[in-house]
Nanobody, 124 residues
Framework: QVQLVESGGGLVQAGGSLTLSCAAS????????MAWFRQAPGKERDFVGG????????NYADSVKGRFTISRDNAKNMVYLKMNSLKPEDTAVYYC?????????????????WGQGTQVTVSS
């Protein structure tokens, strides 16, 4: 069982930066690939980016490439999403997700564990 708790959301102006954190309660965090998703009002939940179990691989949605960076600290059971050059269209609830890592390939679906989400609002 994996429990995930996100933090760090808030209100930021366009062009600004924000870093989200996700704390995982699990025995062996390094067994899990991690990802961030987001859901805007009236839209489906979309993959933002993911990181492999040891952090050697990352994968991002085209909409955030070059602006967002995912990292993890396996010693602290933490994963982060650094968001730069934020745009109003980045406004959404952001979710942290975990999937047992059968490989280092980062998939964009079929994650088993989810946090409760944290709201990010970007004003224009």
């Amino acid at each position: 069982q994996v429990q995930l708790v996100e933090s760090g959301g808030g209100l930021v102006q366009a062009g600004g930066s924000l870093t989200l954190s996700c704390a995982a309660s699990v025995r062996t965090f390094s067994n899990y690939n991690m990802a961030w998703f987001r859901q805007a009002p009236g839209k489906e939940r979309d993959f933002v980016g993911g990181i492999s179990r040891s952090g050697e691989s990352t994968n991002y949605a085209d909409s955030v490439k070059g602006r967002f960076t995912i990292s993890r600290d396996n010693a602290k059971n933490m994963v982060y999403l650094k968001m730069n050059s934020l745009k109003p269209e980045d406004t959404a609830v952001y979710y942290c997700a975990a999937r047992f890592a059968y490989s280092t390939i980062i998939v964009k679906s079929n994650y088993n564990y989810w946090g409760q989400g944290t709201q990010v609002t970007v004003s224009s």
